[in-house]
Structures are given as C-alpha cells and as structure tokens.
C-alpha cells in the first residue's frame, strides 16, 4: 500500500464503526487529492481491506488487520496532508544527512538550514503559506551535499523509496514536484 491507502485506511480505522462517507474522507484529505478517493478504495477493496459493498461508504473489512495496523503502524507515518509530508521528507533528508561521512561542520550547516524550514512549515498557518521556493531550495543543497559523500546504498534506497512514497502528496497537494 502506497501513503494514500495507508492514509485512507487509517482514516477508517480510527472510526468508531470502521466506516466513514465519501464526504468525511474527502474533508480529512487535501481537496487537491480527493479525485483519487474511487482508485484508493478500489485498491482497499481488492486487497481485502474494506468492504465494497456500498463504496459511498466504504467500511473496514475485518478487525483482525485493523488491530494489528494500530498496533504496528506508526501514527507518525501516517501523512494526513501536504505539510505532514513536508516536514516527512525533510527529516528524512536529515537522517540520510546525519548518517552520511559529512564533516560535522557541514553536517551542523546543513541541520541549521533543514530544521528552520521544519519550523518555517511548522508556524505556515496553511499549506498555502509554506514557502516552497526556500524549501526546494533548502532540500537542493541538503542532497546536493549529499551526493558529494559515501553514502551507503542502504541509505541512498531508504531515502528514495520514503521520498518516492511522499511524492504523490507533495507533488499533488502544492503542485509542484521536488
């Protein structure tokens, strides 16, 4: 499951009922991401995940697996909007900057820039308000620096299946792609 469904899903299981209408789905969700509602569910309700049945409520197919993602998904994975997936990315890159052969000083330049945008995003009273050119700009360099290291292949793929899974919410929620 890809961050969408995982989000959906989530919503769902977080319901007393295990079910929620189209509506309450689409208002949890950034609107920019509501014309994917039909194919998400469509891929819950293959998957075995939800109950098809009436997809303009669509509802939780079973406890057994909704026990066990409560319990095991992390709730900080779980990306409600295109600022959660923001600051996501950005503490990704982080890490990968953290664990990578930098020299500490540029190590501590690098966790300066990245954690005022963390605040700067933090403080936007809306996603609209985020200043994405400093952001862009902010993530250039962090991987630009990165790039310059011995990063492991571990890390280097880490970093790209979680920037890859966050792409569809901060592609599609700000228009703009990283």
């Known amino acids: 499951m890809g961050n969408l469904e995982i989000t959906i899903?989530?919503?769902?299981?977080?319901?007393?009922?295990?079910?929620?209408?189209?509506?309450?789905?689409?208002?949890?969700?950034?609107?920019?991401?509501?014309?994917?509602?039909?194919?998400?569910?469509?891929?819950?309700?293959?998957?075995?995940?939800?109950?098809?049945?009436?997809?303009?409520?669509?509802?939780?197919?079973?406890?057994i697996f909704r026990?066990?993602?409560?319990?095991?998904?992390?709730?900080e994975?779980?990306?409600?909007?295109?600022?959660?997936?923001?600051?996501?990315?950005?503490?990704?890159?982080?890490?990968?900057?953290?664990?990578?052969a930098l020299r500490d000083d540029k190590k501590a330049e690098v966790k300066k820039i990245l954690d005022g945008e963390i605040n700067n995003i933090q403080s936007a009273g809306s996603e609209d308000t985020v200043n994405k050119r400093s952001?862009?700009?902010?993530?250039?360099?962090?991987l630009s620096l990165l790039k310059t290291t011995d990063v492991s292949?571990?890390?280097?793929t880490n970093l790209s299946k979680h920037v890859e899974s966050l792409g569809q919410f901060l592609g599609d929620t700000f228009n703009w792609w990283l």
């Open 9 to 63: 899903y989530h919503l769902l299981s977080k319901s007393q009922t295990g079910t929620l209408s189209r509506d309450e789905i689409k208002k949890a969700i950034p609107s920019s991401l509501t014309h994917c509602i039909t194919e998400i569910l469509l891929v819950l309700k293959y998957s075995g995940l939800i109950d098809g049945t009436d997809m303009s409520t669509p509802k939780i197919a079973g406890d």
């Open 67 to 75: 026990e066990w993602f409560m319990e095991n998904c992390p709730q």
């Open 77 to 100: 994975d779980i990306i409600l909007n295109g600022q959660d997936a923001m600051i996501k990315s950005t503490q990704i890159i982080l890490e990968a900057i953290n664990n990578s």
């Open 135 to 142: 952001l862009k700009t902010s993530l250039e360099t962090a």
């Open 153 to 156: 292949i571990t890390t280097m």
